[in-house]
């Protein structure tokens, strides 16, 4: 029997903040937040969420490459881009349908796009063509 999928319901928003962080302004922020709580504790009694988080700016990330000789450490995001990832929900879902379906409510509360991408399983890696 295999286990239930798992996919990662990631929002993305604008590199560029205010002091209402990606939000238009305090009241959209404040009311974003407020929305997004009871979404957060549908998934949490509905037996979804695996793990969840916002974070803070991309500008206080850190970024180790340790591919060398020598661990290098850079502060700030590894990437520079036009939007950064704001938060997450790691969740277990029936399937893709299902997955999406939430994404679609928690796009409502958290006011920005979540991308859904499935993580991968021993069988989607046995899929992989081989080389």
């Known amino acids: 029997m295999s286990a239930v999928p798992r ?6 928003g604008p590199a560029e903040r205010t002091e209402s962080g ?4 305090q009241e959209v922020m404040l009311q974003a937040f407020a929305d997004t709580d009871p979404f957060n504790e549908r998934l949490q009694r509905d037996g979804h969420v695996i793990f ?27 990437l520079e881009t036009k939007e950064h990832l704001d938060g997450f929900w790691v969740i277990e879902a029936a399937d893709l349908d299902v997955a999406l379906a939430l994404a679609v409510e928690g796009s409502r ?11 991968r399983t021993e069988e989607s890696v046995r899929a992989l063509p081989a080389p």
């Open 7 to 12: 996919y990662l319901l990631s929002v993305h």
């Open 22 to 25: 990606t939000y238009p302004s």
């Open 52 to 78: 969840a988080g916002g974070l803070e700016p991309a500008t206080t990330a850190t970024t180790v490459d340790g591919q060398g000789g020598k661990p290098a450490c850079t502060d700030g995001p590894y």
């Open 109 to 119: 509360a958290c006011r920005g796009a979540v991308e859904v991408r499935p993580f």
